[in-house]
C-alpha cells in the first residue's frame, strides 16, 4: 500500500485563492497589503526565490518591492534601509532574504525589523512570543507544515511527533508548534546516535536537515505521517528531499513530495504573514 501524497502545490493554490479574498477585503476599505524584500548580493538561489515571493504577492494583490544591494554593501546601508521601511505606512511587511554575506551580521539585521513588521518571524521578540505559546508571526516554513497537516485531517494532539534538525528556521520552531498542538515532541539531528531507533517510533515525522535521502524506509514507522522540508540538487541537477521518497512512501501512511510538498507552502505563509500584518496595522489605526 503507498502512502497518501500530500500535494504542497495544490493545497497552497486553495489557500492562496482564500488568503486573495482577504486582500480583495482590505483594499476595499482602503488597504493594500506591502511586502518589502532586501536581498544582498547576487546568489542565484536567493535571486529565485525572491521573485518567486515577488509573483505570489503579485497574484494574490499585494504590493511588493524589491531593494536590491551589492553582495560589499555595508551593514549601515541595510540597516538605513530597514530602517526607512518601519517607517513607511505603506510595508506591512519585510523580509530580509538569507544567508546574508559574512561581513554583515544577521542577528543585528533581523533585529532592527520592526516587531509588527517582522513576517519572517526571526525577530528576538517573535521568537520568544513563539516559544511561549503567545506568536503572532510563525516561521513561514512550520507554519506552513502545520496547515498542511490540519488541511489532511491529521491528529496532532497525543501523537508523538520526532523533528529531525534544530535550525532556527525550521527545526526548532516547528517543534514547539508541534508542542503548542499538544503532541509529545523529540528532536534529532543528522548526528543523533541510533537516530533510527527515533525516527520509526514518530507518529509524525519532520525532516529538515539539508542530507539527501538520509531517511530510508526502515527508519519509518509504518503509516507514519512523513514531512519533509529538505531540497537538494544532486551532482545530476535533479532535486531530491531529506526523505528517501521512492522506499518510504511504500511504509508511510502520508507523505510529502520534494519538490511540490511543503515548498510553496512556505511561501503561502508569508503571504498571510503580510496580511496578518496589514489587518494588524489597521487595527491600530482605529
Known amino acids: 500500500m503507498s502512502a497518501h501524497i500530500v500535494d504542497g502545490k495544490e493545497l497552497a493554490g486553495i489557500v492562496r485563492q482564500e488568503l486573495k479574498s482577504h486582500v480583495e477585503s482590505l483594499i476595499q476599505r482602503g488597504i493594500k497589503p506591502g511586502l518589502a524584500v532586501i536581498i544582498v548580493g547576487d546568489d542565484p538561489a ?90 503572532v508571526f510563525s516561521p513561514c516554513t512550520p507554519a506552513g507544515v502545520m496547515v498542511m497537516l490540519q488541511r489532511n485531517n491529521i491528529a496532532i494532539e497525543g501523537r508523538h511527533a520526532v523533528v529531525v534538525g534544530r535550525s532556527n ?10 508542542l503548542e498542538q499538544g503532541a509529545t515532541v523529540t528532536i534529532c539531528t543528522s548526528k543523533t546516535r541510533n537516530l533510527s531507533q527515533f525516527t520509526s517510533n514518530a507518529d509524525i515525522l519532520v525532516v529538515a536537515t539539508g542530507k539527501p535521502r538520509m531517511i530510508t524506509a526502515d527508519m519509518v514507522k509504518p503509516d507514519a ?8 540538487r544532486l551532482p545530476d541537477g ?24 511543503v515548498g510553496p507552502m512556505t511561501i503561502t505563509m508569508l503571504l498571510s504573514n503580510t496580511i496578518l500584518a496589514a489587518e494588524r496595522a489597521e487595527s491600530a489605526e482605529r
Open 238 to 261: 535533479k532535486l531530491c528531499g531529506d526523505v528517501d521518497f521512492e522506499s518510504v512512501k511504500a511504509v508511510a501512511g502520508y507523505i510529502t513530495p520534494v519538490p511540490g510538498g
Open 169 to 178: 528556521i525550521v527545526g526548532k520552531p516547528m517543534a514547539f508548534l508541534l
Open 46 to 135: 536567493s535571486s529565485i526565490y525572491v521573485r518567486n515571493k515577488a509573483k505570489a504577492c503579485s497574484d494574490i494583490g499585494i504590493y511588493s518591492e524589491v531593494h536590491r544591494f551589492q553582495k560589499d554593501a555595508s551593514q549601515d546601508e541595510i540597516l538605513q534601509c530597514i530602517h526607512s521601511l518601519n517607517e513607511n505606512a505603506h510595508i506591512h511587511g519585510i523580509l530580509v532574504q538569507l544567508p546574508l554575506p559574512k561581513h554583515i551580521d544577521n542577528n543585528r539585521v533581523i533585529s532592527a525589523i520592526a516587531i509588527t513588521k517582522d513576517v519572517d518571524a526571526f525577530h528576538f521578540y517573535n521568537v520568544g512570543a513563539l516559544v511561549t505559546g503567545n506568536s
Open 225 to 232: 505521517v512523513v514531512i519533509d522540508v529538505g531540497i537538494n
